[in-house]
T-cell receptor
Framework: EAQVTQNPRYLITVTGKKLTVTCSQN?????MSWYRQDPGLGLRQIYY???????DKGDVPEGYKVSRKEKRNFPLILESPSPNQTSLYFC?????????????FGAGTRLSVL | QQPVQSPQAVILREGEDAVINCSSS?????VHWYRQKHGEAPVFLMI?????EQKGHEKISASFNEKKQQSSLYLTASQLSYSGTYFC????????????????FGKGTLLTVNP
């Protein structure tokens, strides 16, 4: 079954404690991205990656890091989380968004930073 | 810069029609439409490319006016299952001020269909 898997689904942490949210896809997609969703602001892209070792900033990259060492994995790293990073996070993947390719979203990770 | 969606919210009775609009300040290569139900991941509805190609669900239709940098999603004979938040996402044309791999979503339109 084609899917994008995010872990964990729910996470409560404290300010400054480094964390990683994992994302994995089984569709051999080149393109992967991370979004955060906040009430009234829609989906805002954090980082995206066109392929292994190729990443670029989205609209709200401050406070986040990513890496793409393997095609299937695209972890999101918060080195020193702060309360304003409390949000719902989605990982997505597709072949390339410039074609007629569907973005598949993971189920989401709800993060609370205290 | 996020595309602008209108209306922000709409309430329908089952069987009524609705149009959701999406407008960008940049020249566009493609427009993407997704629907999200509360607490769930966004789900694909439509993709429209500059030049006329498109792909999407049978019961959903949309238009893309390249000159006006606008797209509209048409929901006809609405069903209760259509309720949710609708997002448009845009990819700009190369050279129009954004990366051609950066998909930027609007803030969403909340659609409620009542019996």
């Amino acid at each position: 079954e084609a899917q994008v898997t995010q872990n964990p689904r729910y996470l409560i942490t404290v300010t400054g404690k480094k964390l990683t949210v994992t994302c994995s896809q089984n569709m051999n997609h080149e393109y992967m991205s991370w979004y955060r969703q906040d009430p009234g602001l829609g989906l805002r892209q954090i980082y995206y990656s066109m392929n292994v070792e190729v990443t670029d900033k989205g609209d709200v990259p401050e406070g986040y890091k990513v890496s793409r060492k393997e095609k299937r994995n695209f972890p999101l790293i918060l080195e020193s989380p702060s309360p304003n990073q409390t949000s719902l996070y989605f990982c997505a993947s597709s072949l390339l968004p410039t074609r007629l390719d569907i973005q598949y979203f993971g189920a989401g990770t709800r993060l609370s930073v205290l | 810069q996020q595309p602008v969606q209108s209306p922000q919210a709409v309430i329908l009775r089952e069987g009524e029609d609705a149009v959701i609009n999406c407008s960008s300040s940049k020249a566009l290569y493609s427009v993407h439409w997704y629907r999200q139900k509360h607490g769930e991941a966004p789900v694909f509805l439509m993709i429209l490319l500059k030049g006329g190609e498109q792909k999407g669900h049978e019961k959903i239709s949309a238009s893309f006016n390249e000159k006006k940098q606008q797209s509209s999603l048409y929901l006809t004979a609405s069903q209760l299952s259509y309720s949710g938040t609708y997002f448009c996402g845009v990819i700009p044309l190369p050279g129009s001020g954004g990366s051609n791999y950066k998909l930027t979503f609007g803030k969403g339109t909340l659609l409620t269909v009542n019996p």
